[in-house]
DNA sequence: AATGAATGAGTCTTCATTCAT
DNA sequence: GATGAATGAAGACTCATTCAT
């Protein structure tokens, strides 16, 4: 299944923001028909089952940020410190836009082996840590980065305060007075926010001697 | 209810390994009653209801960090940045030690509104990162750190960070070929590995003039 | 909900026949499901829940005996004593033919305040008290009836009476040797005796002057 | 077992009440021990059973109005309708005194076959049933009562109207804006009402030729 | 004698899925 | 293709009773 129709699209969006507000077990398939506003039946209907229904979020939104870290490694003209930075720009934004799946992915991350999901997770963070250590052994290789960077140390905090951010984001906003603030507006500060954080503390593992 | 009995914390401890695995809806009590060896009808008998089992495993985990980062706070000997390392230190070992709790509370948060535990974890985050701000702020006074220090995002890189590891930590375990380690030996890797790396981050962000 | 399916009409008069011999809380949901013929998931699938069951089944029966006895008051040809004796001929009709719903209202009212329809209960014996007032006041009126006739009370004996008939009917049929009677005919015979019976008690109460 | 201690006749008046609001089957053990203030294995303890319990219960209360009937027959002074209306006096003031008993004894009366408790209200039926075809005998063979009384139907009148009195005590009580009036003396009004118009009732269909 | 702990059977309800149309 | 109806399995929880002490 590669195309979608109106109805599953709505489906798989109402359903992927269920389940990570609610986790998939805790969202039942009514409340997703209820929510897209579909026939209850529909659902096994076009997708088969629940957990099927959970690949197809996976496969929907899953074309990875892998593809833009490629073509940007193999640019002769940026820094590797510039690289870095753009990056994280991806990253942020990426996992900012779709906060929906980036949560449930949080989720199955944490189920160690129950998730339907484990194998396309952990396939995706391979060839994430595989590039990313690409690039720093470059910067590494032109000097402008330090030796002994630990890579999956870096790709931690990159993603770990990003998901920590968006996870709390609700917590955030009220203990620091942001609640009359659109949400357009609150999304923005907190991406601005956070690329400018994570950059400077990029810059200073990767380059500062101690 | 204070005092646990034998029974009572063989159910919560088992309890809390389903609910960090599989989730609090993905758990069945009669999954927990199977694994804890004891009849289906004692965790109603003992706590009354599956949430009111979450609310005690939370009453008896959540004794939380608060205490220990007050008494450091007043101490007057120490600088600012030992204070820091410490609390580090202090974090990453109550999350290492505490996992499948720490697991629960990262499920609860990504669950914005739904969960039965959000005003405790809201109750924690505030007091916490109120007490790093001061934490930080002495700091500054002191001359120890910098300024524009943004308390959340550093609170969100320490949680996030540590977070992320023990939720990915199969997989880098898996990436790094240390799957021969007993699990002692790698739980305490990857607490130096933490620490040292989170130290070493905040340092760079807190006095480091760019 | 308003127009029930035939299998909906089915569930509503096994489960009105249980929830009279045994009670609402002595009659579980597979009781009536197995008794119905369908399955147990269906009651709830149509009725929701056990309770809102029974709420249908007093909307379906319940259209109270109210409205003949308004057409009635307005009649204009009829002597008032006529008018009493025909509504001692719709109340033992409608609860001779409803024994069940009517076992049900026995209970209910029983049960103080417990019951989920004692509202509907207590709405319905204010309506009929106020009717049956005003059907003795215009007999005074006219002079027919004497003075200090106590409603409550007439309504407690005609009500009363029939009920305690219908509960204790199996003990009358045996005490009087008529097991031999088809049901029908003892049903038909109870009637009989019951209107002849409570028409010649109105009568007295109502006219003769001590 | 025929005596009681102290907490066995807490237990059990305890549970008539409860079982004359709830029923037999809405009315669990722990609610009992907890509104007698037992411990819960109590009960099993000293009844064997909750329905043995409630076999006691009707042991406890259940010296029937019998033996009184039985003392006034054979009195030679007293006229026809001087006992019936001392039976009257008698039976209301007993049904309004046990009046949680009486509540048992209607919803098992309604039961048909299913109460624990069926033989023994048939008995109890039987033999009042039977003194009071002694007494009306008595009264027809002296001339002071007329041909073709219904005795059945005159115990329902009795105990009909006297059950559905109480049954429908507070719709009663609201209805005819008692609410402020002790409970002492509403019980007392209802008696004095009850025992009056149930004897001129009597009287009118025991001795007035139509 | 008395009770806290324990339990198997049963409660009502919801679930994801399938069926008949 | 689309859906209202239907269902077996499983859910959490409560029950009356018994056990060990």
């Avoid at 690289?83 to 160690?112: H, L, T």
Wanted: aromatic letters at 10%; hydrophobic letters at 40%.
């Amino acid at each position: 299944m590669m195309e979608y129709n109106e109805k599953q699209v709505a489906i798989m969006e109402k359903a992927e923001k269920l389940f990570a507000e609610k986790g998939f077990a805790g969202t039942s398939v009514r409340d997703i028909a209820d929510e897209a506003g579909v026939n209850l039946a529909m659902i096994s209907y076009y997708f088969g089952s629940k957990e099927k229904l959970l690949e197809n979020i996976f496969r929907f939104r899953g074309e990875n940020i892998t593809l833009q870290l490629e073509t940007m490694l193999q640019n002769k003209i940026m820094t590797s410190l510039e690289k870095v930075d753009q990056m994280i720009d991806r990253y942020v934004e990426r996992i900012m836009d779709q906060q929906s799946f980036y949560k449930i992915m949080m989720r199955e991350q944490i189920a160690k082996n129950y998730g339907p999901m484990h194998k396309q997770i952990r396939q995706l963070i391979t060839k994430n840590q595989e590039l990313i250590r690409q690039l720093i052994e470059e910067g590494q290789k032109k000097g402008e980065f330090k030796k002994n960077i630990d890579v999956p140390l870096m790709m931690a905090v990159l993603i770990g305060t990003t998901g920590h951010m968006i996870s709390t984001q609700h917590f955030y906003r009220e203990l620091n007075g942001m609640q009359s603030m659109t949400n357009e507006k609150f999304q923005a500060h907190l991406r601005k926010k956070l690329t400018y954080h994570l950059k400077s503390l990029f810059k200073a593992v990767l380059t500062y001697e101690e």
